[in-house]
């Protein structure tokens, strides 16, 4: 059953501000270490940021919880596997929602054009 959909919009422009003003606190308050070298290393770095930005604000839109109740962003940190299949690796007052309302599968799509990065996430729960 389908407990919640998300889907949020994140201009990439606005992360190459943050890269080039040497906004570092910033970055470092939004996203893990794993993150963080995941993006760097990437040539496209404003994007990266941009696609996992969007993801978590979709995730917690899927959740309707929004950020609160002391969620962290770094509760929602969005990984991809082999084939490049994003996902999330969830922890903290995070994770304990998502056991607490028996949502057993996450699905994060995301995708970029146009300056823009979009995501969305479906939640299944029991």
Not at 7 to 26: E, H, K, M, Y
């Amino acid at each position: 059953m389908i407990y919640g959909i998300g889907v949020d919009i994140a201009a990439t422009g606005r992360f190459q501000r943050f890269i080039d003003q040497g906004n570092s606190r910033l970055l470092e308050r939004l996203f893990s270490e794993r993150e963080l070298a995941m993006c760097n290393a990437r040539k496209e770095a404003a994007s990266c940021y941009a696609a996992r930005f969007a993801a978590k604000e979709a995730f917690l839109k899927a959740l309707g919880t929004g950020l609160r109740d002391g969620i962290s962003w770094h509760d929602l940190e969005v990984d991809h596997n082999q084939l490049g299949r994003p996902f999330f690796h969830l922890s903290g007052k995070v994770q304990q929602m998502v056991t607490e309302q028996q949502i057993v599968t996450t699905f994060l799509s995301l995708s970029h054009d146009g300056g823009n990065a979009v995501a969305m996430v479906v939640l299944e729960s029991l």
